[in-house]
């Protein structure tokens, strides 16, 4: 079955950087785009990256562009999340999704999700 | 990117059949063939219950059905169980391959 497990949050200052990490397994990973969707407490889903089957195609939200990188390793069958300069706004559990296709159109499966809280 | 209006919550008995909105526009919505819908429990990994605006995955309920028209999406949950009471978004894919979420809908169950 699908599984994705998110791992590498914490609690981190203003403007430091944290990398998070999702492990896949139970599917052909290279065959579907992922994405990272977060959640800030008490608020609704926000779509944050999405990195085609291949990696050549990033796409990011206007809120993290510039500072947030998504990227690949289909030999570990694992997505990351590299997230600098981070704000306090960027508080939020992180998920990990897998696309139904390889370029991006929707999610269906989701992993548990870290908790990353950024904090003086 | 676009935002999507959904109302805040929706109740109902069980048994019953409750339908929650998702209200768009032509760039989103009314222009895309990519509209879900996710379940999720707070501290649970939220689930696809309708893909496609209409699809149902496999193990999905057939409680659970989705349309379109025009700008506005909705969810139908019909014989209405306790399990159902959750959160409940609806996503549509926009330009470049981005999705964008409602706000997000709470399901209560009386």
């Known amino acids: 079955q699908v599984q994705l497990v998110e791992s590498g949050g914490g609690v981190v200052q203003p403007g430091r950087s944290l990398r998070l990490s999702c492990a896949a397994s139970?599917?052909?990973?290279?065959?579907?785009?992922m994405h990272w969707v977060r959640q800030a407490p008490g608020k609704g889903l926000e779509w944050v990256a999405l990195?085609?089957?291949?990696?050549?195609?990033?796409y990011y939200a206007d809120s993290v562009k510039g500072r947030f990188t998504i990227s690949r390793d289909n030999s570990k069958n694992a997505v990351y999340l590299q997230m600098n300069s981070l704000r306090a706004e960027d508080t939020a559990v992180f998920y990990c999704?897998?696309?139904?296709?390889?370029?991006?159109?929707?999610?269906?499966?989701w992993g548990q999700g870290t908790l990353v809280t950024v904090s003086s | 990117q676009s935002a999507l209006t959904q109302p805040a919550s929706v109740s109902g008995s069980p048994g019953q059949s409750i339908t929650i909105s998702c209200t768009g526009t032509?760039?989103?919505?009314?222009?895309?063939?990519?509209v879900s819908w996710f379940q999720h429990h707070p501290g649970r990994a939220p689930k696809l219950m309708i893909y496609?605006?209409?699809n149902r995955p496999s193990g999905i309920s057939n409680r659970f059905s989705g349309s379109k028209s025009g700008n506005t999406a909705s969810l139908t949950i019909s014989g209405l169980q306790a399990e159902d009471e959750a959160d409940y978004y609806c996503?549509?894919?926009?330009?470049?391959?981005?999705?964008?979420f409602g706000p997000g809908t709470k399901v209560t169950v009386l």
């Open positions: 999704a897998r696309d139904r296709t390889r370029r991006g159109t929707e999610a269906d499966y």
């Open positions: 139970g599917f052909t990973f290279i065959n579907y785009a």
């Open positions: 990195i085609s089957y291949d990696g050549n195609n990033k």
């Open positions: 032509s760039s989103d919505i009314g222009g895309s063939d990519y």
């Open positions: 496609d605006v209409s």
């Open positions: 996503s549509s894919h926009i330009s470049n391959s981005i999705p964008v």
